[in-house]
């Protein structure tokens, strides 16, 4: 019986052994093959890019996962406290794994399994274990890799603090909506800093770490605030919070205030998708999504709510001009109006613009409805404008009443008319139409080539293509000032005379004569320099041109920027060459400033994640701007380390002839902004191209308006009919209301008080004429070009041979 027992004992413990023996063999076998966690002491998550406008406003974010870190010494209490009631209470004082809480998932588990309930398994998982198996392990569940994340919780607790790792957490936990950490998520869900969060607030992103899309704030607000409220009461519980303020967080209401990826401002589209497409050329993708850059913009939000403001109003003025196309689209008021008219696509940049459904006519008005049940009208008045559109050049007959423009089941844009003193609340709105035509502004600092604003189009939503930047188009006349730039270069004066009668050029053996002729068709005989750019005269344009040289222009035009390559012939010095807004505000600005070469710039600096900066645009170093105290020294003087490309003298002679150009020329209409400006119209063939360039003494703009497919925009519908207003409307808001600033005058000019018609001095002159020293009347000077006109005759039988058009023909226009 003793050996009996003594066997068995034995037996037993060796068992036992055995057992114990396998299973430290397992865990010693597991622990060979734990990932290597020494990698989470330079942890660096991927980091949301930020783009900032020049005020420090956020315009823009861009990544794969919506992150931002936050340090641990960072971090508000009141999160820290939510976060470790809803998931780990005792996260300061266990060893990285909670035995107790283990033994609670140990035995609802088996109660599970016994019950054949069929749930997924609890796991009683700390926050270190947590981090163990976000940054280390896998989402398998199974038992081996439940070991591996008490061992690797273990030795993360030997080897960092208590604080590290919940600073990992916090910044690496899944919140939904894309949010990857604390900061993120408090941004993305209610567009808040964590330090600006409520009670409620912090507790609801709290209880998100176990099934972030089970508790959206919206789809599943019931199950939301449940969630949310059992973390408040767990704070109250462990006294972490008053009963107090815990009643008022149980009574506050889950309003979630989602933050949009990418572009964060409706007006700042274009903007924001240029800065991001250079990013990625320039750095990359894994630093533009996952790198954290903080990108110091140039933009301005108040320059381009302006702008924005201006472009559409032009075009809205254009469109109208030229009828109704009809409605967006159409619904059965008969069914289920409303889900239909959700499906159709709406302008989210266009806030002030509204879907509407008609929904009945009368004389005087047509009645609409919106998708959240409201209603209004649309009176007659408001519909006058859209006569049936033909053509461009054609529209149908006069609106006499709703129903020759909408039917009931239309579906249109409308805009809530302004309120009134007389009508305070009339629900009335204006009908509205999304312009077929589209075009483009930019404005720039012409001293430093800082893009301030920048509209690609009406509506990003409606076309992301950006007509400021991306858009070739030939510029017209308002390519001219090259070309007298270049004349004044080689020896003209703005008084030079120069005929403006019929010229004709040959374009090479079997081609007919190039015969261009002026907008109007008519003549002005011999005619100042000034005139020939005030008025536009395109029969002036081509002589200078013939005369200086085509190659010269052309190589001008490559210096200012406005093409890489232009061919010289003579169509090209009446804009046949396609450039861009940006490009024709490049070269603009270089008159204004001195005559120095600019490089347009969409960022001022990029820092990196640790803020070391790895770009800025001004690379100018200040010698003596470091200084820590100030002792009577000089103010440090930093230089322009800008090309000069044309002499100083000739950029202000243009830019005062381009003043004329809006005092007495084709941009009149600019005259009311009543400060000064300067600029160019310019229209192409056929009115398919409307340009305005113009600046004052600290701000260049550049506007085009036109059709994506080029096609005539119909008669008369030129640079000084579209782009011009546009120009005046924008810079009335942003210079008009400022002081006026004169044009700075450069050393060596002398002003000479001229007739505008033949350029001579006199006491009574029109103008105020600018002159290089020693060119001015009576220096003794003989300008070039007074009373010539050989370069393309007026006589048939003798036609100039020596410089051709070229295969365009571009009548540079208005």
């Not at 859209?386 to 609106?399: C, L, Q, T, W």
């Not at 085509?550 to 490559?558: P, S, T």
């Not at 600019?598 to 100018?620: C, W």
Request: with cysteine; charged share 25%.
């Amino acid at each position: 019986m003793y050996r009996f027992f003594a066997y068995t004992v034995g037996g037993i413990a060796v068992l036992a052994i055995s057992v114990f023996a396998g299973i430290a063999l397992y865990l010693y076998k597991l622990s060979q093959d734990l990932p290597d966690y020494g990698s989470l002491a330079n942890y660096q998550p991927p980091i949301t890019t930020r783009v900032y406008g020049n005020d420090g406003s956020l315009i823009a974010e861009y990544a794969r996962e919506r992150r931002l870190f936050v340090p641990i010494e960072s971090i508000p209490r009141g999160v820290i406290d939510a976060f470790l009631s809803a998931e780990d209470k005792d996260f300061y004082t266990h060893p990285g794994v909670d035995l107790n809480g283990v033994m609670r998932a140990v035995y609802t588990n088996l109660q599970n399994y016994m019950s054949n309930g069929g749930r997924r398994p609890e796991g009683a998982s700390t926050i270190t274990q947590q981090v163990a198996k976000n940054f280390l392990l896998t989402s398998e569940v199974s038992l081996e890799r439940k070991i591996k994340e008490w061992m690797l919780a273990f030795r993360l607790e030997d080897a960092y603090s208590k604080d590290k790792i919940l600073e990992l957490y916090l910044n690496e936990i899944f919140l939904g909506s894309g949010s990857y950490g604390v900061a993120a998520a408090a941004y993305n869900y209610f567009d808040k800093s964590l330090d600006e969060l409520t009670l409620a607030e912090t507790a609801y992103l709290a209880g998100l770490p176990k099934a972030p899309s089970n508790y959206h704030p919206v789809r599943q607000y019931k199950r939301a605030i449940e969630r949310r409220n059992y973390v408040i009461d767990r704070m109250a519980e462990n006294q972490l919070i008053s009963e107090e303020d815990a009643k008022a967080a149980l009574a506050e209401d889950l309003v979630p205030k989602f933050r949009p990826p990418g572009a964060q401002s409706p007006d700042s589209e274009y903007f924001a998708e240029e800065i991001r497409r250079w990013i990625q050329q320039k750095y990359g993708d894994q630093a533009l999504y996952d790198g954290g850059l903080a990108v110091r913009s140039t933009f301005d939000p108040t320059l381009q709510r302006f702008g924005v403001q201006a472009l559409r109003k032009g075009l809205v003025a254009y469109d109208r001009r030229h009828g109704w196309r009809g409605p967006v689209s159409r619904v059965d008021l008969s069914g289920d109006w409303q889900k239909a008219m959700g499906k159709i696509p709406s302008l989210g940049d266009v806030p002030e613009w509204k879907l509407a459904a008609v929904i009945a006519l009368s004389n005087d008005a047509a009645r609409i409805a919106f998708m959240d049940g409201s209603e209004g009208r649309i009176p007659l008045a408001e519909m006058k404008w859209a006569r049936k559109f033909i053509s461009n050049d054609r529209m149908g007959p006069e609106i006499r009443k709703p129903a020759e423009v909408v039917t009931p089941g239309d579906v249109v844009h409308v805009e809530a008319l302004p309120k009134t003193p007389e009508n305070p609340n009339t629900g009335a709105f204006t009908l509205r139409q999304v312009p077929k035509v589209n075009g483009g502004l930019l404005a720039m600092d012409p001293h430093t080539g800082r893009v301030m604003a920048l509209v690609g189009g009406f509506s990003y939503y409606s076309s992301e293509f950006d007509r400021a930047w991306q858009a070739y188009r030939q510029t017209g006349s308002s390519f001219k000032p090259i070309v007298y730039a270049v004349a004044l270069n080689e020896g003209y004066t703005p008084s030079s005379i120069v005929l403006d009668t019929p010229f004709m050029a040959s374009q090479g053996q079997g081609l007919p004569m190039w015969r261009p002729d002026n907008y109007d068709e008519s003549y002005a005989g011999p005619s100042t320099l000034r005139q020939g750019l005030e008025k536009s005269r395109n029969l002036m344009t081509v002589r200078i041109a013939a005369d200086v040289g085509m190659d010269k222009v052309a190589e001008l035009a490559r210096r200012l920027g406005t093409t890489e390559k232009m061919l010289p012939v003579l169509a090209n010095a009446l804009g046949s060459t396609e450039s861009t807004i940006v490009r024709m505000v490049q070269a603009y600005s270089t008159f204004v400033n001195g005559g120095k070469r600019v490089i347009p710039t969409l960022v001022d600096r990029i820092q990196d994640r640790h803020g070391k900066t790895i770009f800025r645009h001004d690379g100018r170093v200040c010698e003596g701007c470091n200084a820590e105290t100030w002792q009577d020294q000089e103010e440090p003087l930093i230089e322009s380390d800008a090309d000069p490309i044309l002499d100083p003298r000739t950029a202000y002679q243009i830019t005062h002839m381009l003043e004329g150009v809006i005092e007495r020329g084709t941009a009149m209409v600019v005259r009311s902004v009543g400060v000064p400006l300067a600029g160019k119209t310019g229209t192409t063939n056929d009115y398919k191209d409307a340009w305005f360039v113009g600046f004052s003494p600290n701000l260049t703009v550049g506007i085009y308006i036109g059709f994506d497919q080029p096609m005539s925009m119909g008669h008369g519908e030129t640079g000084g009919q579209n782009a011009a207003p546009i120009f005046r409307d924008f810079m009335a808001e942003a210079v008009g209301k400022q002081p006026p600033v004169p044009f700075r005058v450069p050393p060596g000019i002398r002003m000479v008080r001229v007739d505008l018609k033949s350029g001579q001095p006199t006491p009574n002159g029109a103008v105020l004429e600018a002159f290089k020293a020693g060119t001015e009347p009576g220096s003794g000077y003989v300008p070039r070009g007074d009373g010539w006109g050989s370069a393309g005759s007026t006589n048939d039988n003798d036609p100039e041979e020596t410089n051709g058009p070229g295969n365009q023909t571009n009548w540079g226009l208005y």
